[in-house]
């Protein structure tokens, strides 16, 4: 019998009245974790910025399409993929951690079962990878809801009376996400947010350098420079779509790709224009809706205080019980990706 259940918003503000009719036992967001997300791959030395070599960049990885097609169709590139886990396996990872160690004692890996909301289908096939299984079998997160079925559960929710449930320890966790919700409220991110922290990060290493950005071709290019004077010291990209995608592939297997960190998204407009999102009755009104949605992730004008956000990561790393850089650390949030030989007909033997 299931004792607990968790439904993980993935990259959306908090909701809770969307989800009462649902009665679950708590509801967290997966932006709580693009700080340990970005501190595992970033923030390591605040004085340098990530690079891998000499006009190959550091490719995000949090994008589920993206690491498929990656891995069957542009071998060339895994190499670059960053290991860091996507935010939902990052909170899943946490959860399963925290969870029987601080809030419902004595409570078994295999008795929680997480839910994750997303507005991607593409995380259904993440959630079954097996690099995402517990050493009893158990996945990290056990379903993967889109936006779309979300919706379609509301308006025709199941019975949960009969259901069981627990007691929390409230003053726990609330005191566990306070640090972390604080600048996140501050800086929600509508797609990945890694390549803002990163460039958050710079910034903060050279207080007298000034970030530019130019759009290249549309606005799922765009490019940001951080300048020092007449010092180029860090170079990134948002790539969205396959179209920008193809280019960004051609250029790094040219070796002409001169950023630093490429943020990459299957999806034209990233997250927020997913395939899993609530349909709209016409077509054409996706892209407005997406908009839309992005205007609900604008800053407020309040700074992103990356110290502020630093300290909570540490909180988390405390509460863990495990030293940062360490290789128990490393494996809870980390992943490995793998190249996928192309099935022919001609290979196949019949």
């Known amino acids: ?7 993980l918003i993935h990259s959306y503000p908090k909701n809770n009245q969307l989800v009462t009719s649902i009665d679950l036992d708590h509801i967290t967001e997966s932006t709580d974790d693009y700080d340990v997300l970005s501190s595992q791959a970033y923030h390591a030395l605040p004085e340098t910025s990530p690079h891998i070599g000499a006009n190959a960049p550091l490719i ?3 994008c589920p399409g993206w690491v498929c097609y990656a891995e069957k169709k542009v071998h060339t590139l895994v190499p670059f993929l960053s290991s860091v886990r996507s935010a939902p396996q990052v909170t899943a990872a946490l959860l399963r951690r925290l969870l029987p160690a601080h809030v419902v004692p004595a409570l078994a890996n295999g008795d929680i079962f997480i839910a994750c909301v997303a507005s991607c289908y593409d995380r259904k096939l993440e959630a079954s ?15 993967v809801l889109s936006s779309q079925e979300l919706f379609d559960l509301i308006q025709n929710p199941p019975d949960f009376r009969h259901a069981s449930s627990v007691v929390w ?12 919700l604080t ?8 797609s990945g947010g890694v390549l803002e922290g990163v ?9 007298s350098a000034n970030v530019e950005t130019r759009t290249v071709r549309n606005s799922d290019f765009v490019e940001v420079t951080v ?3 007449e010092e180029r010291v860090f170079s990134g990209a948002f790539v969205y779509g396959f179209r920008n995608i193809q280019n960004l592939v051609m250029k790094t297997k040219r070796r002409k790709c001169a950023y630093d960190v490429v943020e990459v998204m299957a999806c034209p407009s990233g997250c927020l224009n997913g395939g899993g999102q609530i349909k709209p009755e016409k077509r054409e009104d996706m892209m407005l809706i997406a908009e839309k949605l992005k205007a609900l992730y604008v800053k407020d004008g309040r700074a992103f205080d990356l110290e502020r956000v630093r300290a909570g990561v540490r909180r988390v790393y405390e509460e863990l019980g495990l030293a940062e850089g360490s290789e128990e650390l490393f494996a809870l949030f980390h992943t490995r990706f793998h190249i996928i030989p192309e099935i022919t007909v001609n290979s196949l033997h019949w």
Do not use: K
């Open 227 to 229: 300048v020092d004077g």
């Open 1 to 7: 019998m299931l004792l607990h259940s968790i439904l």
């Open 169 to 180: 320890n409230e003053a726990w966790w609330s005191a566990l996400e306070a640090p972390l």
């Open 199 to 207: 460039v958050a990060s710079v910034v903060a290493s050279r207080p």
């Open 129 to 143: 990878r097996r690099d995402f299984l517990d050493a009893d079998g158990t996945r990290h997160v056990n379903c």
């Open 183 to 190: 600048d996140f409220d501050a800086a929600l991110f509508s």
């Open 60 to 62: 995000t990885s949090n």
